[in-house]
T-cell receptor
Framework: AQRVTQPEKLLSVFKGAPVELKCNYS??????LFWYVQYSRQRLQLLLR??SRESIKGFTADLNKGETSFHLKKPFAQEEDSAMYYC????????????FGKGTRLSVIA | GAVVSQHPSRVICKSGTSVKIECRSL??????MFWYRQFPKQSLMLMAT?????????EQGVEKDKFLINHASLTLSTLTVTSAHPEDSSFYIC????????????FGEGSRLTVL
């Protein structure tokens, strides 16, 4: 069964501190992993995906197949990073739905 | 990036009435659309998958007679909540993908339904 686990509901860090949002998954195949972000009163938007291996807004995430993890990291948190972050898994095409984790609310304290 | 638009963004209705929510892909053709439901401070739960020109596939526990989904064209899917009750109050979000794309989905801004 497909499953995405985000163990932390809420993560509070001080501005300038490193951030790591945890995500573990289970999937019997080769999944695509994503991080979506939802800022206050805005729609869900893609932050990054594992296949692109890019850094967006200073965030990176590495797919670790051995640990079935896709943790989101940023070395120095900024106040504008405060948002809801969802890890999501896809079977790999636009015709399959995303399976979401429960989300982690990141709060960056000034 | 691709744009998905939902309408209305907010709707309040009386118990027993029906409400229709529209989801449009503005600049691409969406062969598949997905409807999610999000309860306060919770994650997105997939309700159904709609494919253009065919019947929607509903997730376990979702009443297909209550949540009618129509995907009559490659740019429009509608969700109708029939005989709405207060427990149907929620945030409904549609998303769309294309067959040529990888697994990325594009999300609408969501529709908040309040049933009095």
């Amino acid at each position: 069964a497909q499953r995405v686990t985000q163990p932390e509901k809420l993560l509070s860090v001080f501005k300038g501190a490193p951030v790591e949002l945890k995500c573990n998954y289970s999937y019997s195949g080769s999944p695509e992993l994503f991080w979506y972000v939802q800022y206050s009163r805005q729609r869900l938007q893609l932050l990054l995906r594992h296949i692109s291996r890019e850094s967006i807004k200073g965030f990176t995430a590495d797919l670790n197949k051995g640990e079935t993890s896709f943790h989101l990291k940023k070395p120095f948190a900024q106040e504008e990073d405060s948002a809801m972050y969802y890890c999501a898994l896809s079977g790999g095409s636009g015709n399959t739905p995303l399976v979401f984790g429960k989300g982690t609310r990141l709060s960056v304290i000034a | 990036g691709a744009v998905v638009s939902q309408h209305p963004s907010r709707v309040i209705c009386k118990s027993g009435t029906s409400v229709k929510i529209e989801c449009r892909s503005l600049d691409f053709q969406a062969t598949t659309m997905f409807w999610y439901r999000q309860f306060p401070k919770q994650s997105l739960m997939l309700m159904a998958t709609s494919n253009e020109g065919s019947k929607a596939t509903y997730e376990q526990g979702v009443e297909k007679d209550k949540f009618l989904i129509n995907h009559a064209s490659l740019t429009l899917s509608t969700l109708t909540v029939t005989s709405a009750h207060p427990e149907d109050s929620s945030f409904y979000i549609c998303s769309a993908g294309t067959s040529g794309n990888t697994g990325e989905l594009f999300f609408g801004e969501g529709s908040r339904l309040t049933v009095l």
